[in-house]
């Protein structure tokens, strides 16, 4: 499977490509009065409206916004959401042995597992139970 990975502060994390629709720098974020915490707004991709999740807030990672460089557009069921994140990294193949299983008890399910690289350890997210706890 191929997965793209991306950073949040210190961490690196990743996704499935075939959830990712597209990669984009950072755009106009248009608040939305009374929304949940964890929607950082809309924004309007080629005429396409997208919500814009937190990851930060669902991951429970501390932010620094002024960081967030990238959105990643995520096909979700039937719509599109985006998550901000510092940096997209590569995309990179995984095999299947390669994803270690992690026990957590927190709301962090969405976690599927770490993926251990030579050089590093990536945290794989289950982007859809990620969704399911927003």
Do not use: H, W
Request: a negative charge; charged letters at 25%.
């Amino acid at each position: 499977m191929q997965v793209v990975v991306f950073r949040l502060g210190d961490e690196q994390f990743a996704v499935e490509t075939s959830k990712v629709q597209n990669i984009n720098d950072i755009m106009e974020i248009t608040k939305v009065p009374k929304s949940p915490n964890y929607i950082k707004g809309l924004i309007n991709l080629r005429g396409t409206i997208i919500s814009l999740l937190d990851i930060n807030m669902l991951l429970d990672i501390t932010s620094s916004n002024d960081t967030q460089s990238n959105i990643i557009i995520l096909q979700m069921q039937e719509e599109l959401v985006g998550i901000t994140v510092d940096e997209v990294d590569e995309v990179i193949d995984v095999e299947e042995d390669m994803i270690e299983k992690v026990d957590t008890a927190k709301k962090t399910n969405c976690i599927r597992g770490v993926i251990n690289l030579t050089d590093r350890i990536v945290t794989l997210i289950d982007i859809d139970k990620l969704v399911q706890i927003s």
